[in-house]
């Protein structure tokens, strides 16, 4: 009989009739109360009480929101709209002239909208259409651009980049057709407004790119009324321009401005108007960020009388420099660096103590957080998080075990977006599980897996820490995943993407496999069964962006061979494995693959052999190979779906509980998780979704959640931030009323172990934490486990007519 790899979940179903399958989806934690994809922060008095309150944008689930200004701190969330998916921007004005302010939107699928604030106490109407010439729309200003006393919107978007604005017909809120100030082929990256030239009225700076080149410009309204001039170019000698902040910079009494320039020349600069009417001098170089610069304001930081510069540096800071009053600049300050991507900075006075303070929107971390000014002249206290995501950031990987020993499966989840491993413990064995507990803080983790590393019998996790360039193992304290203690091994050449624990020596317990970016895939040897790890050892070093690792028999010689994916050189490769932790050079299966993210290994077509399944994300498909002589020869790529877009990860289960091995797949730009059927013998259907509202699906599993019997479904949604699982609701197989026929005691065991059965046992077969095969009886109904460590093991129950089932029992030493 071969040995087959058995992941920790699967439950071993007999033949059923096959029945259509739906899933009910049970989201286990997302964003609800925080932000996802934070992308602006604004501050006004939004409720009347004379303090400033704080609004909020977050892209990813299309929200607005405010937050209620309590003595200097900030209350809850609270919604204004969740409908606008993409949104850029978020600004308050008085609109329609009643002596509140209302919000003004922009959204990059739904153009600009406004919130009319009904009663100046903060309680806004449904949305009202600003422009409708474009859908497209990215920064927003309020400016009076006609003369006529109220307020009109400027805006930048557009397929073409257009430069607009949008008059207020009334003064009341009536928006009227789009005027065009300019179209154009680069990016408008950011926007300014005031009195360029002296004259009165409102004029436009603009910073616009096309790929490394970049200009500075101005349009002049040359009529007072929203009329426009030409472009008129300042400077052409800046890369990736942005940051346009208008003010008095040396003091003259005219309108100077501020810029930053990105990517090549990565520099914060300033312009002088050099005669009040338009005319701009040379750039004054303020600063070489080397950390590349992007956006800022002009206003007073340290109550001195003159024009600061605060601005966002690399995504993952904000500083700024000081003023002498003439426009010479000091050294820069940071404020904070505890932020990433961050989208917007504003300023404002939000705890009324006459200096302005500082907010941010960072979309990397999902955090809308402010600075207090503390001592009014530029000096920061530390971050005060107003809002931040809610359970995790950006999963990646999902994976399920029972880490608590109760019986029922429990979630673990690496998310890199909020730099953290957790787990979810099922509550109560039907699929309601609590909110994440965090197992340790890493530098972006990717992968998370879960053994017993060492040795005491419950389940520890193995992760990584991407850009720290470190693996490790985290021990479980006290079985009851109460506490974890980090065991992090020393760094490696670069990012590794994997973790993968496996028995590789044959010694017994459990060692680690690694792979990832420019150094292939090595492993560390657990040298005493106990978690003390040996330096890294070498098993392929020709193939150096394995993004998959998986261990199975391929040439049905009982022991565990390795099969890998290299996603940038496309190559699927297998190892023999030759024992006590030695394995063969790389035997190449395909090079068809164009950057496979994912791999599997079962039985596709029921020829008692190990065949592959794989991704490949460029290349749209879902593939199989298939093991043609039990021995590691495969045949050649077999289409199962090549008409997804952006095939991320698979898996391989019964889903329909029919005796054979289906396909389930996670497609990232379709935001879908698609199942499909096997007819037995490796040829599959159309592919059945599973769901198409898992926005940037990461990973999927299966496994039973809620103890029915059935092979559930589990998702990660990256940029929706949520975690779910999918119920089966399709029958149960023909024999599964036979349920609980078998039962197995004492368990916990010290050694003999009795299993009760309606008819009589065929086969025990005995596995360990990882599915190797360790013990094989025959036609008994009592069996003697004594010989083997304490720890976690599977025992696969097989009676005379072929009925099988696995029971989880725990090996205890006297």
Same mark, same amino acid.
């Given at each position: ?21 739906? &899933? ?69 004005? @008085? ?35 600003? #422009? ?80 490394? *080149? ?31 902040? /208008?003010?008095? /910079? ?138 931040? $995501? ?28 909020? @730099? ?55 021990? #479980? ?7 974890? *203690? ?6 490696? %050449? ?15 317990? /459990?060692?680690? $496999?690694?792979?990832? $970016? #420019? ?6 040897? %657990? ?6 790890? +040996? ?22 010689? +009982? ?16 190892? *023999?494995?030759?024992?006590? +932790? ?86 990232? &730009? ?33 496994? @039973? ?20 699982? &999918? ?7 023909? *024999? ?34 990882? +599915? ?40 205890? $030493?006297?």
């Amino acid at each position: 009989m071969k040995t087959k790899l058995l992941f920790l979940s699967t439950l071993f179903f007999s033949f059923s009739i096959h029945a259509q399958i739906d &899933f009910d989806a049970h989201i286990t934690v997302n964003d609800d109360g925080g932000t996802n994809g934070a992308s602006s922060v604004f501050a006004a008095d939004l409720d009347g009480d004379e303090d400033m309150d704080m609004i909020s944008s977050s892209s990813n689930d299309g929200k607005i929101a405010w937050y209620e200004n309590i003595n200097g701190n900030f209350g809850s969330q609270q919604i204004i709209s969740n409908t606008r998916p993409g949104t850029v921007q978020v600004i308050t004005i @008085d609109i329609d002239g009643d002596g509140d302010q209302d919000i003004i939107n922009s959204a990059r699928e739904d153009g600009i909208v406004w919130y009319e604030n009904t009663d100046g106490q903060a309680n806004f109407a449904s949305p009202q259409l600003v #422009n409708t010439a474009s859908t497209y729309a990215q920064e927003i200003l309020a400016r009076d651009m006609d003369g006529d006393g109220d307020f009109d919107v400027v805006g930048n978007g557009g397929e073409n980049s257009s430069l607009a604005w949008y008059e207020n017909m009334d003064g009341e809120g009536t928006f009227g057709t789009e005027h065009t100030v300019i179209l154009t082929e680069a990016r408008i990256s950011s926007i300014a407004v005031e009195d360029m030239d002296g004259d009165g009225d409102m004029d436009i700076l603009t910073t616009n790119y096309e790929s490394f *080149e970049g200009d500075i410009s101005w349009y002049k309204n040359i009529d007072g009324q929203g009329s426009f001039g030409p472009q008129e170019i300042i400077t052409t000698d800046v890369s990736q321009p942005s940051g346009a902040s /208008i003010a008095d /910079i040396d003091g003259d009494g005219d309108m100077d401005f501020f810029a930053t320039s990105s990517f090549l020349d990565q520099k914060i600069i300033w312009f002088e108007n050099v005669n009040g009417q338009g005319d701009f001098g040379t750039e004054h170089f303020i600063s070489y960020d080397p950390i590349d610069p992007r956006g800022g304001q002009g206003t007073d930081i340290d109550n001195d009388g003159d024009i600061d510069y605060v601005y966002q540096a690399g995504f993952n800071q904000i500083s700024f420099y000081k003023n002498d009053g003439s426009g010479n600049f000091g050294p820069m300050q940071q404020i904070t660096d505890d932020v990433s991507s961050v989208r917007d900075i504003e300023l404002s006075d939000l705890d009324n103590d006459g200096d302005l303070d500082v907010m941010s929107a960072s979309s990397g971390d999902d955090k809308i957080a402010y600075y207090k000014n503390t001592n009014g002249q530029g000096s920061f206290g530390p971050q005060q998080i107003v809002v931040e $995501i809610n359970g995790v950031n950006a999963p990646y990987t999902v994976f399920s075990i029972d880490m608590d020993g109760d019986g029922d499966q429990d979630i673990l989840s690496a998310a890199p977006g909020s @730099d953290k491993i957790a787990w979810q413990k099922n509550l109560d064995g039907q699929g309601n599980f609590s909110e994440p507990i965090t197992i340790s803080q890493l530098d972006y983790p990717i992968s998370i897996n879960a053994a017993d590393i060492d040795g005491d019998g419950d389940m520890d996790v193995v992760s990584e820490s991407h850009n720290d360039h470190i693996v490790g193992w985290f021990e #479980n304290m006290d079985g009851l995943v109460t506490s974890f *203690e980090a065991h992090l091994f020393p760094q490696l %050449n670069d990012n590794p993407y994997i973790t993968y624990p496996l028995d590789v020596d044959d010694d017994g317990d /459990i060692d680690i $496999i690694s792979g990832g $970016i #420019n150094y292939g895939i090595f492993y560390y040897e %657990n040298l005493n069964g106990q978690g003390n790890f +040996g330096s890294p050892q070498v098993i392929n070093n020709n193939f150096k962006s394995v993004e998959s690792v998986k261990a199975v028999d391929l040439d049905g010689d +009982g022991d565990m061979d390795l099969v890998a994916a290299d996603w940038i050189n496309d190559v699927l490769f297998w190892h *023999e494995n030759n024992g006590g +932790g030695n394995y063969g050079p790389e035997q190449i299966i395909s090079t068809e693959l164009l950057s496979s993210y994912s791999l599997v290994s079962k039985d596709i077509d029921n020829d008692g052999d190990a065949d592959i399944v794989a991704s490949s994300f460029e290349g749209s498909s879902v593939v199989w190979f298939e093991n043609i002589d039990g021995q590691g020869t495969f045949g050649p790529l077999r289409v199962i779906d090549d008409n997804v877009s952006g095939a991320y990860e698979i898996y391989a289960e019964d889903l329909d509980s029919d005796g054979d091995i289906d396909v389930l797949s996670a497609i990232y &730009f379709d935001n879908t998780v698609y199942w499909y059927e096997n007819d037995g013998t490796g040829n599959f259907g159309e592919p059945q979704i599973i769901s198409s509202n898992v926005n940037g699906a990461t990973c999927i599993f299966a496994d @039973d959640f809620n103890g029915d019997g059935k092979m559930d479904v589990l998702a990660s949604s990256q940029r929706n931030d949520e975690i779910i699982w &999918f119920e089966n609701l399709g029958p149960l197989a023909i *024999e599964e009323n036979l349920a609980n026929s078998f039962s197995i005691y004492p368990n916990p065991t010290t050694g003999l172990l009795n299993v009760k059965s309606n008819s009589p046992i065929s086969e025990i077969i005995i596995y360990n934490s990882i +599915g190797q095969l360790l013990i094989t009886f025959k036609e008994k109904n009592q069996v003697d486990i004594s010989g083997l460590s304490e720890g976690i093991y599977f025992v696969k129950i097989i009676n005379e007519s072929g009925r099988t089932e696995t029971k989880k029992v725990v090996k205890k $030493i006297n």
